[in-house]
Antibody, heavy 124, light 107 residues
Framework: EVQLVESGGVVIQPGGSLRVSCAAS????????MHWVRQVPGKGLEWVSR????????YYGDSVKGRFTISRDNIKNSLYLQMNSLRTEDTAFYYC?????????????????WGQGTTVTVSS | DIQMTQSPLSLSASVGDRVTFTCRAS??????VSWYQQKPGKAPKLLIF???SLQGAVPSRFSGSGYGTDFTLTISSLQPEDFATYYC?????????FGPGTNLEIK
């Protein structure tokens, strides 16, 4: 079964750093472009970042650029999001998701598998 | 950045109704639009990709259309399990963006 399971969400003070993880099963993370998407409770979805399957090019939303880093460990078959200089407005539910199409970085085919999410709370 | 707007933001409808949601991009996104359904406490679910392609296992009462800047998602005959929030999403250029969502409620 293709599955994504996020972990690592905690309560952390502003200015702190945190890494959340996304463990994949049923497929290889290095064969797919992968994403992080977040959602403030009760609000809409915000695309955060993606890493392409073939060349590890990374892209970020404006609100996290320069503070967050997406990465992948092919041996552990996992995706990560390193979050630095955290702000209260980073408080959200963080989902990882995979592109539908293997060996593709176009984005044309949508994100077909999502994890259940992990909660990050930034508060003093 | 490409902004995605949706209308209406909220909609009340009855089982059996036909409903249409609209999504507009601030500049052309070709057909790089997908639609997601999200129920409370759950992860989003892919319904439509490439503007009009139905995702596998999604009921055929869902359909998408559009190209360029204007897109629609239609549910031909609402079922009780369809009451949820619907988001459009552009993957034409980074940063990717979602619309604000349309909350579909039972009348």
């Amino acid at each position: 079964e293709v599955q994504l399971v996020e972990s690592g969400g905690v309560v952390i003070q502003p200015g702190g750093s945190l890494r959340v993880s996304c463990a994949a099963s049923g497929f290889n993370v290095d064969d797919y472009t992968m994403h992080w998407v977040r959602q403030v409770p009760g609000k809409g979805l915000e695309w955060v970042s993606r890493i392409t399957w073939n060349d590890d090019n990374t892209y970020y939303g404006d609100s996290v650029k320069g503070r967050f880093t997406i990465s992948r460990d092919n041996i552990k078959n996992s995706l990560y999001l390193q979050m630095n200089s955290l702000r209260t407005e980073d408080t959200a539910f963080y989902y990882c998701a995979k592109d539908q199409n293997q060996y593709d970085s176009s984005g044309y085919w949508g994100m077909d598998v999502w994890g259940q999410g992990t909660t990050v709370t930034v508060s003093s | 950045d490409i902004q995605m707007t949706q209308s209406p933001l909220s909609l009340s409808a009855s089982v059996g109704d036909r409903v249409t949601f609209t999504c507009r991009a601030s500049q052309t996104v070709s057909a790089y639009v997908s639609w997601y359904q999200q129920k409370p406490g759950k992860a989003p679910k892919l319904l439509i990709f490439a503007a009009s392609s139905l995702q596998g296992a999604v009921p055929s009462r869902f359909s998408g259309s559009g190209y360029g800047t204007d897109f629609t998602l239609t549910i031909s005959s609402l079922q009780p399990e369809d009451f949820a929030t619907y988001y459009c999403h552009q993957s034409y250029s980074t940063p990717y963006t979602f619309g604000p969502g349309t909350n579909l409620e039972i009348k």
